[in-house]
T-cell receptor
Framework: EAQVTQNPRYLITVTGKKLTVTCSQNMNHEYMSWYRQDPGLGLRQIYYSMNVEVTDKGDVPEGYKVSRKEKRNFPLILESPSPNQTSLYFC????????????FGPGTRLTVL | KNEVEQSPQNLTAQEGEFITINCSYSVGISALHWLQQHPGGGIVSLFMLSSGKKKHGRLIATINIQEKHSSLHITASHPRDSAVYICAVRPTDSWGKLQFGAGTQVVVTP
């Protein structure tokens, strides 16, 4: 089954404790991206990657890091999480050929205390 | 100012009614997405458009590139259509980016 998976689905952590949210896709997609969703602010793009070793900032990259060492994986790293990073996070992927549909992961609900 | 504007913000309809959600954007785009998000959070892609019109079941999406406007129509609405519908655009000057509208909360009552 074609899918984007994220782990963990739920996470409660404390300020300053480094964490990684994993994202993996099984569709051989070149493009992957991370978004956060907040009440009243909607969805906003954090980082995206057009292919292995190619990443670029979205609209709200501050406080986040990403890496794309393999085509299928695109982890989101919070080196020193803060309470303002409490949010619902989505990973997504799509192919680059023509107009490709975007597939979203199930979301990760992160709470930083 | 958000470059992607959706209207209405909220919409309540009775089962069977025809629903229209509008999306206007201010930048040149290569594609526009319509997304659906049910309570509980998962996001599903409904349509991706670069021109014209697409239909899938009771859902129809149209786009007018010259007017920078898209509409999502739901015919014969059903309570299971209750969800947030989100418009998102891919700017032509930044191919990897995706800019989102604020979403339209749709409630369909039996």
């Amino acid at each position: 089954e074609a899918q984007v998976t994220q782990n963990p689905r739920y996470l409660i952590t404390v300020t300053g404790k480094k964490l990684t949210v994993t994202c993996s896709q099984n569709m051989n997609h070149e493009y992957m991206s991370w978004y956060r969703q907040d009440p009243g602010l909607g969805l906003r793009q954090i980082y995206y990657s057009m292919n292995v070793e190619v990443t670029d900032k979205g609209d709200v990259p501050e406080g986040y890091k990403v890496s794309r060492k393999e085509k299928r994986n695109f982890p989101l790293i919070l080196e020193s999480p803060s309470p303002n990073q409490t949010s619902l996070y989505f990973c997504a992927s799509r192919g680059l050929a023509g107009l490709s549909e975007q597939f979203f992961g199930p979301g990760t609900r992160l709470t930083v205390l | 100012k958000n470059e992607v504007e959706q209207s209405p913000q909220n919409l309540t309809a009775q089962e069977g009614e025809f629903i229209t959600i509008n999306c206007s954007y201010s930048v040149g785009i290569s594609a526009l997405h319509w997304l659906q998000q049910h309570p509980g959070g998962g996001i599903v892609s409904l349509f991706m458009l670069s021109s014209g019109k697409k239909k899938h079941g009771r859902l129809i999406a149209t786009i007018n590139i010259q007017e920078k406007h898209s509409s999502l129509h739901i015919t014969a609405s059903h309570p299971r259509d209750s969800a947030v519908y989100i418009c998102a655009v891919r700017p032509t000057d930044s191919w990897g980016k995706l800019q989102f509208g604020a979403g339209t909360q749709v409630v369909v009552t039996p």
